[in-house]
C-alpha cells in the first residue's frame, strides 16, 4: 500500500473497528522529531497543524516523514477546502487530511471530490510520496487511493452542528471531528466551552455519529472524568493539543518550585 504508509492508518482503522479509543498529539511545531517522539510515545496518530500557525508544506511532508518513523499515522488538518492548496497534501501520502469549517452536506461533498480522482472527483494527478515516489505503479496507486486517505469533516459551527445528520451520510466521509472551540466563538461565548448550549451541541452530535456508525474523535480535557465522560458517549478518537502547550506548562511548573527554594531577593523572575 502506498508507501508503506497505509498499515498505519489501517493499524488505527483496526482499532477502532475493534471497538478502542485511539489517541493522538496536536503538532504545530516544525521539527520532525516532535512527530516522531509523539509515535514513539505510543499514540496511534499525529495531528499535524496545518490550519494555525507557521507551518509550510516541506514542514508537513517532514512531520509525515516522523509520525511514520514514530510507527503513528499521519493526519494533516488543511486550512480550508480548497482543490489547489489540497492536491499537493494529499500527494505528500496523509493518511488523513482534515477540513475545517464544515458546515453541510455540500462542504462535505467539495471536500471529498477534492480528495477522489475523476470521475467520481477533481483530485489532480502526479502523486509523489504517495505513490512512493514513482516506485509503485501509477496505476495501482488509482486503485488504492480512496482507501489510503481517509476524509476527515471538522464540524466546529453552529450551522455544521444543526446539519451533522446530513454531513455524517455523505458518501466518502470517513471521520468527523466535534470541535467545541471555534463553536464557542462562532455563538458568541468566546471560548466558553463549557457553556451548557455548548454541550447540548456536542452531545447531540455524538449521538447522531453513534447512530450512524461513524467514528468521531472528541477533545477531551486531561482528566479521568473528562476521558470517561467521552468514552461513554461513543468517542473513537481523543485528541490533545497540543506540543507547544505541553512544553509551556513543563517549563511554568518549574516556577513554584523555584519560589519556594530561593530567597525573593536573589529571584530573577
Not at 140 to 150: C, F, G, K, L, N
Not at 158 to 175: A, H, P, S, T
Request: proline residues 5%.
Amino acid at each position: 500500500m502506498g508507501c508503506g504508509m497505509g498499515k498505519f492508518l489501517d493499524k488505527m482503522a483496526g482499532k477502532i473497528r475493534d471497538g478502542k479509543i485511539v489517541c493522538g498529539v496536536c503538532v504545530s511545531l516544525n521539527d520532525p522529531a516532535v512527530s516522531e517522539l509523539v509515535g514513539m510515545a505510543g499514540y496511534d496518530f499525529v495531528w499535524i497543524e496545518g490550519e494555525h500557525g507557521a507551518m509550510g508544506r516541506a514542514e508537513m511532508q517532514n512531520l509525515m516523514i516522523g509520525a511514520h518513523a514514530g510507527g503513528a499515522a499521519a493526519m494533516v488538518r488543511v486550512p480550508y477546502v480548497d482543490a489547489a492548496l489540497v492536491r499537493p497534501v494529499l500527494d505528500m501520502g496523509p493518511d488523513i487530511i482534515g477540513f475545517p469549517f464544515i458546515n453541510s452536506a455540500e462542504d462535505a461533498r467539495k471536500a471529498v471530490a477534492i480528495c477522489t480522482y475523476p470521475p467520481e472527483g477533481v483530485r489532480g494527478w502526479n502523486p509523489q510520496r504517495a505513490g512512493r515516489y514513482g516506485q509503485m505503479g501509477q496505476a495501482d496507486y488509482v486503485d488504492i487511493a480512496d482507501r489510503e486517505t481517509w476524509k476527515m469533516m471538522i464540524v466546529e459551527q453552529e450551522e455544521g452542528f444543526r446539519n451533522i445528520e446530513e454531513i455524517v451520510q455523505v458518501k466518502g466521509v470517513d471521520l468527523i471531528v466535534l470541535g467545541p472551540g471555534d463553536l464557542s466563538v462562532s455563538m458568541g461565548l468566546r471560548g466558553r466551552q463549557g457553556d451548557e448550549r455548548i454541550q447540548e451541541m456536542m452531545n447531540h452530535a455524538a449521538e447522531v455519529c453513534v447512530e450512524y456508525h461513524m467514528p468521531y474523535l472528541a477533545w477531551p480535557a486531561m482528566q479521568a472524568e473528562s476521558l470517561g465522560e467521552w468514552e461513554k458517549k461513543g468517542a473513537s478518537l481523543f485528541g490533545f493539543p497540543q506540543d507547544s502547550f505541553f512544553i509551556s506548562q513543563a517549563i511554568m511548573k518549574l516556577w513554584p518550585e523555584y519560589e519556594k527554594a530561593i530567597p525573593e531577593e536573589k529571584r530573577t523572575k
